[in-house]
């Protein structure tokens, strides 16, 4: 039998466009295999994806991006996409 756990994640407080968002976690892979995902639906469908460009350092248990300045402003979810695997959706604010 094989358990798979799911990815939970915890994330730093709001930021404006051009700050630092931190994301903490688990089983996080590496930014060849993930994605973060920002303003989707609160079950992860759509919304913002960053781009490789905002990453500043990607581990298997820390994400640090660069708030783009085309991201979304103001309340949405944030979700980490590693390998086709989904994390827990939070909540998340890109303030102006």
């Known amino acids: 039998m094989v358990t798979v756990t799911p ?3 915890k994330v730093s ?3 404006v466009r051009g700050g630092t968002v931190t994301i903490q976690g688990r ?3 590496g930014p060849s295999t993930g994605q973060v995902r920002l303003g989707a639906s ?3 469908q759509g919304g913002y994806l960053f781009p490789a460009s905002a990453v500043q350092s990607w581990t298997d248990s820390e994400i640090v ?3 783009p300045a085309d991201a979304p402003v103001g309340a949405s979810w944030l ?3 590693v390998a ?3 994390s827990t959706g ?3 604010s890109v303030q102006q």
């Open 65 to 67: 991006l660069t708030v």
């Open 90 to 92: 939070l909540p998340y």
């Open 7 to 9: 990815m939970l994640i």
């Open 27 to 29: 089983y996080l892979g």
């Open 13 to 15: 407080g709001a930021a």
């Open 79 to 81: 979700f980490v996409e």
């Open 42 to 44: 609160e079950d992860g």
């Open 84 to 86: 086709g695997k989904q």
